[in-house]
């Protein structure tokens, strides 16, 4: 069984696309860990396809803002303007869509998906120290997450002193073998706004089999999906960030 993870979409119409290009035939589920809007010119678009796919998807802190479930005023100002617009946006249908998502943590069979962390969907994991703290709440091997638009992870290597390591992603595809008996946290990267400087369209893969979560980037047509963002009269920076991956 091989699961497309997918995370933080953000409204990146032309991001996911082109995941699902390059991804098709590679999966036989389909996974999505939250933050479908927010930031990008297509919530509404986004959401409908998500509704059509048949996709296992949590909630992220955007979709909550964005139906009233958690207070603008937790949002810095530029997402704040970028809420409101997605709120105005957004169809009644999808709407609800977006308020009935269940919060993570959510178990699979063989993984459990959330969208910050385990022990609180809106907490960033973002070095060793919060890892430790995520690794201590929860007993699963293997835990998807998101939040943090940065591809990669954790692992808690067992029968070694070694403590936390970040599991890294090259630039290129990269195939990470899953050793029996180690915990993980695995961020499969943004589809629709990465930060970790590589602008390409994050996702992964990630298979049961064989244990293997594989890496992958998409290049897409960021020119498109920044056009849009500044024809949508949504703030500037949401567009020119994405070239930076920032
Ligand atoms: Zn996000």
Not at 96 to 110: A, I, N, T, V, Y
Not at 178 to 197: A, F, K
């Amino acid at each position: 069984m091989r699961t497309l993870i997918l995370s933080d979409i953000h409204g990146n119409w032309h991001a996911l696309e082109a995941c699902l290009r390059q991804a098709r035939g590679d999966y036989d589920l389909l996974v999505c860990l939250g933050d479908l809007v927010g930031y990008g010119a297509f919530p509404n678009e986004v959401v409908d396809w998500c509704r059509r796919s048949g996709a296992l998807c949590i909630r992220g802190n955007h979709d909550m803002a964005a139906v009233g479930l958690v207070p603008l005023e937790s949002f810095h100002d530029l997402a704040r303007l970028g809420t409101l617009w997605t709120i105005q946006q957004l169809t009644r249908d999808h709407a609800q869509f977006l308020r009935d998502l269940p919060p993570g943590p959510q178990h699979l069979e063989s993984f459990v998906v959330v969208h910050g962390s385990p022990r609180d969907e809106g907490e960033y994991l973002l070095d060793a120290i919060d890892a430790e703290a995520a690794f201590d709440a929860t007993m699963h091997r293997l835990t998807f997450f998101g939040h943090t638009h940065l591809q990669g992870g954790f692992a808690s290597l067992a029968k070694t002193a070694a403590g936390i390591l970040p599991v890294s992603p090259h630039q290129q595809e990269r195939v990470f073998p899953l050793n029996g008996g180690s915990q993980y946290l695995i961020n499969p990267g943004s589809v629709g706004q990465p930060r970790d400087e590589d602008p390409r369209a994050a996702f992964a893969i990630y298979d049961a089999e064989f244990r293997t979560v594989i890496f992958r980037r998409a290049e897409y047509d960021l020119a498109a999906a920044q056009a849009a963002i500044l024809d949508a009269g949504l703030p500037p920076f949401f567009a020119s960030r994405l070239a930076r991956g920032i």
